[in-house]
């Protein structure tokens, strides 16, 4: 018994210790660049400026399938799957616009790049670009995301512009800022762009 004891405490310390790194770690990923124009109790508004991705479509039409896939396409290539072999550091937050026609995940570029200086994809389906800036309502929630998350937060979102009037603009989309290991602490996201004055 004491020995199962001193494993399960071992166990317990060495899970508080990764994950503690793990919510460090995250808070040092640079954080693609906004500014809160609005904030209230239960969303913000932002302003973001323009931003250069990497993306790729995919027909998903889930969170569940876009986010395994996608992922996995687009770290390729910041790992190294590109022209000069570069590897370009991980940033915050993972963009994906899910819907029935054509789903989307983007990495944001480290701030250090432009279109100019980033070296070109060999996976013909990761494509770089430089998004609009934009004004964006937000809303938060934690935990693990899930199909039913984005759909519920989503639609909590568009209430609350309703019943501000504002209106919105295209899909809601969801950003994630940490990776699936992280346990604690997590941040997810609902944006959907609007018109602001």
Do not use: C
């Amino acid at each position: 018994m004491k020995i199962f004891i001193i494993i399960a405490s071992v166990i317990l310390v060495l899970f508080i210790v990764f994950q503690s790194f793990m919510v460090v770690a995250v808070n040092k990923t640079e954080e693609q660049n906004y500014s809160i124009i609005l904030e209230e109790q239960n969303f913000e508004i932002r302003f973001y400026p323009s931003a250069t991705m990497a993306t790729i479509s995919s027909d998903a039409k889930t969170y569940k399938e876009l986010s395994g896939s996608g992922f996995r396409k687009l770290a390729g290539y910041i790992f190294g799957g590109n022209e000069d072999g570069t590897q370009i550091a991980m940033t915050s937050p993972v963009h994906m616009n899910v819907n029935d026609t054509l789903s989307t995940m983007s990495f944001v570029m480290p701030s250090s790049y432009t279109m100019d200086n980033l070296p070109k994809p060999n996976d013909s389906r990761v494509l770089l670009s430089t998004t609009d800036e934009e004004y964006v309502a937000v809303i938060r929630f934690g935990g693990f995301a899930s199909d039913q998350d984005l759909k519920n937060y989503s639609g909590k979102l568009k209430t609350i512009l309703n019943e501000k009037g504002i209106t919105s603009i295209g899909n809601p989309r969801y950003l994630g800022y940490n990776p699936p290991y992280q346990l604690v602490g997590r941040r997810n996201e609902i944006i959907v762009s609007i018109k602001w004055e």
